[in-house]
Protein backbone atom coordinates (compact mmCIF):
# COMPACT_ATOMS: atom_id res chain seq x y z
CA UNK A 1 0.00 0.00 0.00
CA UNK A 2 1.71 3.34 -0.94
CA UNK A 3 2.01 5.92 1.78
CA UNK A 4 -0.86 7.39 3.30
CA UNK A 5 -1.32 11.86 3.41
CA UNK A 6 -3.15 12.73 6.45
CA UNK A 7 -4.62 16.33 7.41
CA UNK A 8 -5.40 17.22 10.87
CA UNK A 9 -7.71 20.64 10.58
CA UNK A 10 -9.27 22.64 14.20
CA UNK A 11 -8.91 26.09 16.01
CA UNK A 12 -6.65 27.32 17.80
CA UNK A 13 -6.34 24.95 20.83
CA UNK A 14 -8.30 21.89 19.39
CA UNK A 15 -5.72 19.43 19.92
CA UNK A 16 -4.05 19.47 16.24
CA UNK A 17 -0.15 19.11 17.32
CA UNK A 18 -1.65 16.41 20.52
CA UNK A 19 -3.13 14.11 17.11
CA UNK A 20 -0.46 14.54 14.86
CA UNK A 21 1.56 13.46 17.59
CA UNK A 22 -0.14 10.63 18.22
CA UNK A 23 -0.78 9.38 14.41
CA UNK A 24 2.71 9.54 14.21
CA UNK A 25 3.20 6.76 17.67
CA UNK A 26 0.40 5.03 16.86
CA UNK A 27 0.78 4.38 12.49
CA UNK A 28 4.14 5.31 12.56
CA UNK A 29 3.21 8.38 10.09
CA UNK A 30 5.92 10.90 9.40
CA UNK A 31 4.87 14.69 11.38
CA UNK A 32 4.82 18.03 9.79
CA UNK A 33 3.93 20.69 12.11
CA UNK A 34 2.36 24.26 11.70
CA UNK A 35 5.55 26.50 11.78
CA UNK A 36 3.90 28.81 14.14
CA UNK A 37 6.76 29.64 15.78
CA UNK A 38 9.16 30.43 12.94
CA UNK A 39 6.76 33.49 11.72
CA UNK A 40 8.44 36.79 12.54
CA UNK A 41 5.26 38.75 12.67
CA UNK A 42 3.03 37.12 14.53
CA UNK A 43 3.45 38.22 17.89
CA UNK A 44 3.01 42.16 16.13
CA UNK A 45 -0.34 40.70 14.79
CA UNK A 46 -1.70 39.58 17.60
CA UNK A 47 -0.85 43.09 18.86
CA UNK A 48 -2.00 44.89 15.89
CA UNK A 49 -4.12 43.12 13.74
CA UNK A 50 -4.51 45.48 10.87
CA UNK A 51 -1.46 46.51 10.77
CA UNK A 52 0.49 42.86 10.22
CA UNK A 53 -2.63 40.95 8.94
CA UNK A 54 -1.70 40.89 5.47
CA UNK A 55 1.92 40.08 6.41
CA UNK A 56 1.46 37.27 8.44
CA UNK A 57 -0.72 35.43 6.36
CA UNK A 58 1.24 36.15 3.29
CA UNK A 59 4.22 34.39 5.37
CA UNK A 60 2.09 31.31 6.19
CA UNK A 61 0.81 30.95 3.10
CA UNK A 62 4.05 30.37 1.65
CA UNK A 63 5.76 28.77 4.21
CA UNK A 64 2.51 26.04 4.28
CA UNK A 65 2.98 25.48 0.54
CA UNK A 66 6.58 24.84 0.84
CA UNK A 67 5.91 22.64 3.41
CA UNK A 68 3.01 20.88 1.63
CA UNK A 69 5.74 20.35 -0.89
CA UNK A 70 8.36 18.69 1.16
CA UNK A 71 5.77 16.43 2.13
CA UNK A 72 4.71 15.17 -1.22
CA UNK A 73 8.31 14.56 -1.88
CA UNK A 74 8.72 12.71 0.68
CA UNK A 75 5.34 10.99 0.02
CA UNK A 76 7.41 9.22 -3.05
CA UNK A 77 10.62 8.30 -0.72
CA UNK A 78 9.40 7.70 2.96
CA UNK A 79 9.93 4.50 4.78
CA UNK A 80 7.18 5.55 7.16
CA UNK A 81 3.78 4.70 6.39
CA UNK A 82 2.74 7.89 5.69
CA UNK A 83 2.77 11.44 6.36
CA UNK A 84 0.80 13.69 8.31
CA UNK A 85 0.21 17.59 8.35
CA UNK A 86 -0.67 19.82 11.30
CA UNK A 87 -2.89 22.50 9.60
CA UNK A 88 -3.42 23.03 6.26
CA UNK A 89 -2.89 25.67 2.97
CA UNK A 90 -6.97 25.08 2.87
CA UNK A 91 -7.62 26.39 6.74
CA UNK A 92 -4.89 29.41 6.49
CA UNK A 93 -7.26 31.18 3.69
CA UNK A 94 -10.36 29.77 4.35
CA UNK A 95 -10.82 30.44 7.86
CA UNK A 96 -7.53 32.72 9.02
CA UNK A 97 -7.26 35.08 5.95
CA UNK A 98 -11.15 35.42 5.57
CA UNK A 99 -11.81 36.34 9.10
CA UNK A 100 -9.08 39.11 8.49
CA UNK A 101 -10.67 40.24 5.85
CA UNK A 102 -14.23 39.82 6.95
CA UNK A 103 -12.67 41.94 9.92
CA UNK A 104 -11.91 44.27 7.75
CA UNK A 105 -7.89 44.23 8.86
CA UNK A 106 -6.89 42.86 4.84
CA UNK A 107 -8.70 45.16 2.90
CA UNK A 108 -10.56 44.08 -0.71
CA UNK A 109 -7.17 44.96 -2.43
CA UNK A 110 -4.77 42.90 -0.52
CA UNK A 111 -7.70 39.84 -0.62
CA UNK A 112 -8.09 39.94 -4.29
CA UNK A 113 -4.59 39.29 -4.38
CA UNK A 114 -3.98 37.07 -1.62
CA UNK A 115 -7.03 34.82 -3.38
CA UNK A 116 -5.23 34.98 -6.46
CA UNK A 117 -2.21 33.56 -4.80
CA UNK A 118 -3.74 30.59 -3.00
CA UNK A 119 -5.90 29.53 -5.55
CA UNK A 120 -2.42 29.02 -8.18
CA UNK A 121 -0.17 27.40 -5.01
CA UNK A 122 -3.82 25.28 -4.22
CA UNK A 123 -3.98 23.80 -7.72
CA UNK A 124 -0.27 22.55 -7.73
CA UNK A 125 -0.96 20.79 -4.58
CA UNK A 126 -1.60 16.97 -3.68
CA UNK A 127 -4.95 16.45 -2.08
CA UNK A 128 -4.88 14.45 1.38
CA UNK A 129 -5.96 10.83 1.60
CA UNK A 130 -7.98 11.82 4.75
CA UNK A 131 -8.77 15.21 6.62
CA UNK A 132 -9.32 14.93 10.28
CA UNK A 133 -10.60 17.81 11.65
CA UNK A 134 -11.39 18.30 15.26
CA UNK A 135 -14.38 20.09 17.32
CA UNK A 136 -14.02 21.54 20.20
CA UNK A 137 -16.15 24.27 22.37
CA UNK A 138 -14.50 27.52 23.12
CA UNK A 139 -14.51 27.07 26.37
CA UNK A 140 -12.51 24.24 26.35
CA UNK A 141 -10.14 26.25 23.67
CA UNK A 142 -9.83 29.12 25.74
CA UNK A 143 -8.75 26.77 28.97
CA UNK A 144 -6.02 25.35 26.76
CA UNK A 145 -4.73 28.07 25.48
CA UNK A 146 -4.01 29.52 28.66
CA UNK A 147 -2.51 25.75 30.03
CA UNK A 148 -0.03 25.71 27.23
CA UNK A 149 1.34 29.22 28.06
CA UNK A 150 2.28 31.28 25.02
CA UNK A 151 2.80 34.47 25.45
CA UNK A 152 0.93 35.67 21.71
CA UNK A 153 -1.57 33.82 22.67
CA UNK A 154 -2.85 34.92 25.68
CA UNK A 155 -4.74 38.36 24.51
CA UNK A 156 -6.54 36.71 21.53
CA UNK A 157 -10.07 37.25 22.31
CA UNK A 158 -12.93 35.20 22.76
CA UNK A 159 -14.49 36.67 19.97
CA UNK A 160 -11.28 35.80 17.70
CA UNK A 161 -12.23 32.22 18.48
CA UNK A 162 -15.77 31.90 18.03
CA UNK A 163 -15.51 33.82 14.30
CA UNK A 164 -12.54 31.24 13.29
CA UNK A 165 -15.11 28.21 14.57
CA UNK A 166 -18.01 29.53 12.75
CA UNK A 167 -15.49 29.53 9.57
CA UNK A 168 -14.21 26.10 10.12
CA UNK A 169 -17.22 25.37 10.39
CA UNK A 170 -18.57 26.88 7.08
CA UNK A 171 -15.61 25.75 5.50
CA UNK A 172 -15.46 22.17 6.41
CA UNK A 173 -19.75 22.14 5.28
CA UNK A 174 -18.16 22.73 1.89
CA UNK A 175 -15.17 20.82 1.83
CA UNK A 176 -15.50 17.99 -0.76
CA UNK A 177 -11.60 17.53 -1.96
CA UNK A 178 -11.06 14.10 0.56
CA UNK A 179 -12.44 11.67 2.94
CA UNK A 180 -12.98 13.22 5.66
CA UNK A 181 -13.34 12.48 10.11
CA UNK A 182 -14.50 14.33 12.41
CA UNK A 183 -13.50 14.11 16.18
CA UNK A 184 -14.97 16.18 18.91
CA UNK A 185 -11.69 16.60 21.53
CA UNK A 186 -13.65 17.76 24.46
CA UNK A 187 -15.61 14.39 24.42
CA UNK A 188 -12.93 12.08 22.59
CA UNK A 189 -10.03 11.08 25.25
CA UNK A 190 -7.56 8.80 22.52
CA UNK A 191 -4.77 8.91 24.98
CA UNK A 192 -6.30 7.42 28.03
CA UNK A 193 -9.42 5.64 26.87
CA UNK A 194 -8.91 2.42 25.85
CA UNK A 195 -12.52 2.27 23.47
CA UNK A 196 -11.82 6.07 22.37
CA UNK A 197 -8.91 4.73 21.16
CA UNK A 198 -9.40 1.45 19.48
CA UNK A 199 -12.89 3.59 18.35
CA UNK A 200 -10.33 6.22 16.37
CA UNK A 201 -8.17 3.47 15.33
CA UNK A 202 -11.01 1.70 13.69
CA UNK A 203 -12.45 4.76 11.84
CA UNK A 204 -9.03 6.08 10.55
CA UNK A 205 -8.27 2.68 9.26
CA UNK A 206 -11.85 2.28 7.87
CA UNK A 207 -11.30 5.70 6.28
CA UNK A 208 -7.76 4.85 4.86
CA UNK A 209 -7.15 1.26 4.59
CA UNK A 210 -5.51 -0.65 6.88
CA UNK A 211 -1.62 0.65 7.53
Known amino acids: MPARYVVVAGNIGAGKSSL ?8 GFAPFYEPHEDNPYLADFYGDMRRWAFSSQLFFLTRRFRMQRELERALGVTSARGVVLDR ?45 YLRCPVRVLRKRI ?40 SEVDYVEDLFHRKALIEAIEGAIGRP
Open 146 to 185: RARGRGYEQAIPNSYLKSLDRLYEQWFAGYTASPTLVVDT
Open 88 to 132: SLYEDAEVFAAYLHEAGHIDTRDWRTYRDLYEGLRAELTTPDLLV
Open 20 to 27: VKWLDKTF
